[in-house]
């Protein structure tokens, strides 16, 4: 009997000896504090890291490649980026359905707004630039009529004689001293050349201060010309035609 209960004894203390190196094996995990609530840490693997690009065009339904598509077109994303342009996403719709009046549309309005664009461009003479936009018109639909006339319309305004001025918007921006000087010197020019101006600018506010300089600077002419609005700053001085005698 005694024997027996040694035994149980013996087991007993071998058993919380036992839980006890179990609960000090460790010594590197901190003990929780009174009152810490339970952490769940759990390793994410690869597959379930989340990828924010694009959703997939072959999962896309046509009105989901249709709206991307008039997205990217009110956005100037014509044919680039190329997974994500106009003309990617008017593609794919076309491939699931041929007879898309949406998707025939816009690429007619890709191709018109590259000429607007090309348009601008020379009016500011950008003329190598505007080379391009024609080309990629040109590369959307080479059947466009209009491309031929206004491959005329740049060589025309490269011969014109105009002269043309690149202004750093962000000085403008900032009425720096450089600007204004660059503006008295356009502003003497378009008086000596008797010359129409063109200002473009992406504010109204911007223009009208140009032009203010400009006008001070040559007291007693009337600078004649016109204010656009646009993305960069820009003058133009269009030169007079001479009557040959």
């Avoid at 919380?16 to 901190?30: D, E, K, L, R, V």
């Avoid at 190329?82 to 009046?101: G, Q, T």
């Avoid at 014109?160 to 000087?181: M, P, Q, R, T």
């Amino acid at each position: 009997m005694l024997f027996s209960e040694f035994i149980k004894t013996a087991l007993t203390i071998s058993l919380a000896m036992i839980i006890y190196s179990c609960q000090t094996a460790n010594p590197s995990m901190p003990e929780r504090q009174k009152g810490e609530e339970a952490i769940n840490i759990r390793m994410l693997s690869e597959s379930e890291v989340i990828d924010n690009t694009v959703q997939d065009d072959e999962d896309m339904s046509l009105p989901d490649l249709l709206y991307a598509g008039l997205q990217a077109l009110d956005a100037d994303r014509l044919l680039t980026p190329s997974d994500s342009s106009a003309h990617h996403f008017f593609s794919r719709a076309l491939s699931k359905d041929p007879s898309s009046k949406i998707a025939q549309q816009g690429f007619r309005d890709i191709v018109k707004r590259y000429i607007q664009l090309a348009r601008e461009a020379m009016r500011r003479g950008l003329f190598e630039e505007a080379r391009q936009l024609i080309l990629r018109a040109q590369t959307v639909d080479p059947e466009e009529n209009e491309i031929a006339g206004l491959k005329k319309e740049l060589e025309a305004e490269i011969a014109s004689g105009d002269v043309f001025y690149h202004l750093n918007n962000a000085n403008v921006s900032k009425h720096s001293i450089e600007i204004k000087l660059l503006l008295e010197d356009i502003a003497r020019k378009a008086q000596e050349l008797d010359a129409f101006f063109l200002i473009t600018a992406p504010s109204d506010d911007q223009a009208r201060w140009m032009f203010s300089v400009m006008r001070e600077a040559v007291p007693g002419y009337r600078l004649r010309g016109n204010i656009e609005l646009s993305g960069r700053v820009a003058v133009r001085l269009r030169v007079p035609e001479r009557s040959s005698e």
